[in-house]
């Protein structure tokens, strides 16, 4: 397999970190090299967080070249096309369709969409928070929820089972069987 590159973005609070913890373990469960590294700001605040992730055989850098990534999961939408510069035309975006507010700045979710289409014509956009408090009454394994949406499309080559196996070995207990039914909302989506 060729490094694959992957990015998450969005602002901190919703769940990024962990997210990187996620998919790092899940692929070292699957027997790949992987190296990762995380870029953030204000991330208690609500400020803009960028992970990296290189999953492959042999993995030097973990950080991404402008125009490599193969994936970018994007968990706020403004967010996602600040990152834009990662992406390739046949790079997969898989976006939430969430905006934070940013005084002066804002631009409407479709202008958002069309700009991200122009790149791409593999991009996803899921409005991952009102689905997970829809049916699940918990919008905080969204994130989780479009995890398990990209491994089950094959958007990224990390099983279901892996990511199964390393949320119970890195989320506390008491939110395993929420971010277990995340996963199976994914698969039904």
Known sequence: MKTFNIIICGTGGQGIITLL???????????????????????????????HIKIGKK????????????????????????????ANSNTVFL?????????????KLNEIENNIRN??????????????????????????????????????PVSLKSITQSIKQIIKPEYQEINQKAIELAKKF
């Open 21 to 51: 913890k996620i998919l790092t373990k899940a692929a070292l469960i699957e027997g790949f090299n992987v190296k990762s590294s995380e870029l953030h700001g204000l991330s208690q605040r609500g400020g803009s967080v960028k992970t």
């Open 119 to 156: 790149i791409s014509k593999q991009a996803y956009f899921v409005d991952a928070i009102s689905i997970t408090q829809k049916k699940l009454k918990n919008s905080m394994v969204a994130g989780v929820f479009l995890l398990a949406y990209a491994s089950y499309k094959n958007f990224i």
């Open 95 to 107: 976006v939430n369709k969430h905006l934070i507010p940013i005084p002066g700045a804002n631009l």
């Open 59 to 86: 993995i030097f850098s973990p950080l991404i070249l402008p125009g490599q990534a193969d994936f970018l999961l994007g968990l706020e939408a403004q967010e996602t096309l600040r990152a834009k510069n990662f």
